[in-house]
């Protein structure tokens, strides 16, 4: 079906696929327009909001079934919603929640609406060429064209007898002016036949030419949104240093947009994934079923079965480039057995390997094969070169990356990181010969996995026998296994707040002291960039040590061990606040102590004034709170109506098939000041989520967390403001982000925050916010 200008641009946006699929002629269009049904009922008539319930597709991914209170739009009800909202924000959020259930509904049904409109494209060219239309058309169209030229020629032969007198025409003969009229009129219908199918002919291919652009456009929105690329900021100009703020040098990676590259998985996330990815599993109802075991992947039951013989490639391979396997196992969190089986998979160990990929204009350079725009994106480097690749270093750190990028949907799962390093996302192949139901390259196989499980059940091996991840801050699959037994066994966790000092060396070990001192917020990560080096400035500088804000002074821990001039304890207030100061100690909460750096709390269930409240659904009676030590040793605090929880809509037409999200409670490092809904109208400065959480998924939809599953990940749980919001109803403002009632308090939050001497330091500070139950703090 044709589509205005307007249309187009909007579902190009916000929702490619549902773009697509309104081009496709029926049954396809309509199965489309139902299924984005329930995201865009809140826009259709009153006649159709409330009528009798239809079916909705099965497979469609917001309710699972038919919604009582949903008719099912028609592809013309579609495209005249966008019309007439299209100026509305709502509709671009209801549209986002469309486009997720077709990309469901593909995922589940295997139907792929980009390349049925691709092919219906195809099957009209082909019957045009089989039935010889276009020939047909063009001489037909020449017999008019010449019938108009011949018509035109005999007008101006008779307008020039007339004109030079050769004839006349009496005033009163009316036959004469109705011949003439009837002439012309004969003669400028068929210059208007003439002109379309002059137009058709010649002007087709334009046509053809900007709706293929749209297609691919479209395609090309559909497959970025499929990897959720990590939204990175605009750069954000710190405010001026405080006169009494020590300088620090920025170091060069801080320059720049607030996020750039991927951001790494944290240790301890393979411990907490390791229960699903032993329990035996699939992606889809026809496919094998497999688990990770302490020799690689078994299927359907069976032993993992590595390569015959000798694990000789794998050996090779580690001989070679073992060191920086490591680094980059280490620098992106990424499984060490997971990188090795991608580089045996993509390359056999051969560093200079090309492969030109000229379909996308792009190429696929080095060990681990990665195409050099996606290496790009991965690094957050696009100056980055084909050539470079060709660095054995960089090549495993752009394909490492890469793999930490698409953790949120394989999980560090080996046939899942297979199928998505290979075809850029999780996507359904039906075919009976692809066991796994992964779409790979070449599609309709399963050969690609099947290669890639072979190589890492060697990895498994040789890594469980040569102890690769010697070091305990390597991630390794094989490490979770006791070599005797081949049962899993834990990964020691990172040392916080509450972490031992003595075992820790190096930047660590003065990272973590100044934890414990109250200056750094933990844990130490042995990169000493601008905060830690803030950190130790204002320290030395209250302590009377010199430090010029480079490289850490010589005997620096022993002045840590004794300072003379110690922060003071956190003042007690005689109101509420204490009790919330209280229950963060009893918890190894890290709280800072230095003057005017902010410490951020959500408390649920708990109003303004510090009391407790009944903690309904749907409603803002959660509160927002920021305390601090100011320069006069007084503690300072802030209070602000919020929410912790997604809204009522939001639950019952959740984005994930999961469920909708709420943060599980706990303290996490893993915001940064940065742009909510960025491209929108909606658009505002929030604390932007960073680093991966914790989220119960609620599905079955009873607004408790009790029985629902944990997952954790980069969910875009962000903290913003709630539209100046119902405070009895949440509406859409939130669906499971750390949410301000108020646009106002939410600007005074921000500010509040950009005063911190921590972001002065470096306006990519990640934040702490510790998130808790009301009635464990206060009740």
Known sequence: MALSRIVSDVLRSAAPTLLSALAIPPPFNIIAAAVASTALRQFAPDGQRAGASAP???????????VSDTKVLTPDDVV??????STNPQLMLSLTQAENDL???ELDTGLKFAELATKDRARAGDFQSANNIAPLVFKAGMWLVGIAIVGMLAMVGALVLLASGYFELSADNQFSVAAFGLIGTAVGFINGIAGTVVSFYWGSSQGSKE??????????????????????PPPIQPPPVAANQPVVAAEPSTAGPVSTGVIPAKLSLLAELLPELTTPH?????????CLTATGISIEGALAVGSAGKPATVRDIWSKYGELCTRSAKQYGVPIELIVATIATESSGKPDVRRPEPKIKDESVGLMQTLVGTARDALGRQSLKGDDLLDPGLSIDAGTAYIAKQRGNTHFDAPRVAAAYNAGSLRKDAAEANRWRLLCYPTGTGNHIDKFVTWFADAMRVSGEENWAASPDTPSLAALFGQTTGQPRSVQPVASAAGDTAALTGDKRIQQMLSDLGYLDPPPDGDFGPVSKWALAVYCARNGIAYDGGSVPAGIQNALTNPVSALAPIPRTGAWLDRVVD???SSKHWICRYPECKNIVYLEGTSADGTLNANAPNAFNDIRLVFWIDNKGTLQFKVWEATTEPGRFWTMNPMDDKGAARIAFGQYKAWRVGTHRAGTPSAHEALVQVEPLRVYRDLNKDYLR?????????FGINQHWGYDGDRLDLGKSSAGCLVGRSTDSHREFMNLLKADPRYIASNGYRFMTAIMDGRAVLG
């Open 706 to 714: 009790a029985g629902d599953k944990v997952y954790e990940g980069l």
């Open 80 to 85: 005249r919603i966008v019309e007439e909202n």
């Open 211 to 232: 709706k293929s652009d749209a297609m691919v456009e479209s395609m090309k929105d559909l497959a970025e949104a499929r990897n959720v690329p990590t939204y990175t």
């Open 583 to 585: 229950y963060m100690i």
């Open 282 to 290: 699939k992606m889809y109802p026809e496919s094998v079923d497999w």
């Open 103 to 105: 990309r469901k509904y």
């Open 56 to 66: 909705i597709p099965p497979g469609s991914g917001s309710a699972g079934s038919a």
